[in-house]
């Protein structure tokens, strides 16, 4: 079993920073993708926001992309993800989440708001 704790979020203003930290702990020798999805108020589904690979490899949703950036500390066991130029719209539960072959770990999730 792989456990996942986020931190970081908050309440920022339209244009501002926030730093998301993920802690993971347990079987992490068995995941092989970290990565952050969102979920927003009255949508069921959450969505991508960016993924790492083992290999450091990144992937990110369109809407994030340039402001965004993900990265990992393996010795820590820490993925991170930097938001800057906050909108309005990445207001969401942002959620840390682990793969390893083909099953899915998640975070309890982090509240961030974004205020104009």
């Known amino acids: 079993q792989v456990q996942l704790v986020e931190s970081g979020g908050g309440l920022v203003q339209v244009g501002g920073s926030l730093r998301l930290s993920c802690a993971a702990s347990g079987s992490i020798f068995s995941i092989n993708v970290m990565g952050w999805y969102r979920q927003t108020q009255g949508k069921q589904r959450r969505e991508l926001v960016a993924?790492?690979?083992?290999?450091?490899?990144?992937n990110y949703a369109d809407s994030v992309k340039g402001r965004f950036d993900i990265s990992r500390d393996d010795a820590k066991n820490m993925v991170y993800l930097q938001m800057n130029s906050l909108k309005r719209e990445d207001t969401a539960v942002y959620y840390c989440?682990?793969?390893?072959?083909?099953?899915?770990?998640w975070g309890q999730g982090t509240q961030v708001t974004v205020s104009s």
């Open positions: 993924a790492i690979t083992s290999v450091g490899n990144t």
């Open positions: 989440n682990a793969i390893g072959g083909t099953t899915y770990h």
